[in-house]
């Protein structure tokens, strides 16, 4: 399996899993929480039909990546992306975040520039800012978050099993957008990844993305569902949009969070429209 090195934790090397197919302008893939590369599987194969090459990784502590015990904010993030992109040797490069990896999209861009980035696509955000402060009071209160990181501590797969019923409106959408085996499947996916790193994760989420986005130079497009229960619409994707410079919004109507399985061909259809026809077509 290939793997680039971020890092190190004592005498352990710190490896990112990824995944590389295709050929033409390469798209890279970032994941949500907490779950893996692997529930990229319905925009890989449409991305290389149309023509392009495909990355998927796994972000540190989550899929066949190393599980270290630090790391777990954007700034570490965005560097391990960099890495990879580099190691890779990347560039024309579209980034496709979904939830929480929206944020390495968008610190990477704020931090390191689109030197080697064309274009993004932002599935249900986690930007602009989740927290409510005194200069954000659209945010969400610190005691949710508290209560999250509670939950995983007193039975992180309990914690799991909430976590998927809101990730894909379970109740309404069972047996419609998602079968009870692709719902098991994603369970066992995030089961897997490190305990530390899954409540780590909840502090990330309060990254305050506010001064990247001014320096996002790159044509964005956001899709989100109106009902998404994890990240709430109207405090992320609609918020965010008149933030970046040049950007779309995308609204699928009805759908839940988990967008890139429940809503697939929407999605598909909506990002091929905006990254436009592959580099080797152009050719």
């Known amino acids: 399996m290939p793997f680039v090195t971020v890092g190190a934790e004592n005498l352990a090397p710190i490896d990112l899993y990824y995944e590389d197919h295709g050929t033409g302008q390469p798209v890279v893939l970032i994941h949500g929480f907490p779950f893996n590369g692997a529930t990229w599987e319905k925009q890989v194969g449409p991305l290389l039909q149309a023509g392009y ?8 502590g989550f899929g066949n990546s190393a599980q270290p015990s630090t790391g777990y904010d954007y ?19 579209i980034l496709v975040g979904h939830s ?36 954000n009071p659209e945010g969400v209160e610190q005691s949710l978050f508290d209560g999250f990181k509670q939950a995983i501590v007193a039975d992180r797969f309990a914690y799991l099993t909430k976590f998927c019923d809101s990730f894909f409106n379970y109740p309404e959408n069972r047996g419609k957008l998602v079968s009870e085996e692709a719902y098991r499947a994603h369970w066992d996916i995030g089961s897997r990844a490190s305990a530390i790193g899954t409540l780590e994760c909840v502090d990330a989420w309060l990254t305050d993305f506010r001064g990247d986005l001014p320096r996002i130079d790159v044509p ?39 967008i890139p399985w429940t809503n697939a061909d929407e999605m598909n259809r909506a990002m091929l429209d905006f990254i436009g026809q592959p580099a080797m077509a152009r050719a």
């Open 53 to 60: 090459r495909t990355i998927t990784y796994d972000r540190r």
């Open 75 to 93: 700034d570490t993030f965005a560097a391990d992306l960099d890495v990879l992109l580099t190691e890779l040797n990347l560039t024309d490069v």
């Open 100 to 135: 929480m990896g929206t944020g390495e999209v968008t610190r990477y861009l704020g931090t390191y520039g689109s030197e080697r980035i064309s274009k993004a696509v932002l599935a249900a955000p986690l930007a602009p800012y989740l927290l409510k402060t005194a200069d």
């Open 220 to 258: 964005v497009q956001i899709i989100q569902g109106d009902q998404d229960q994890v990240l709430p619409y109207p405090k992320t994707g609609q918020r965010l949009q008149p933030m970046i410079a040049d950007s779309r919004l995308v609204t699928l109507r009805g759908a839940p969070h988990g």
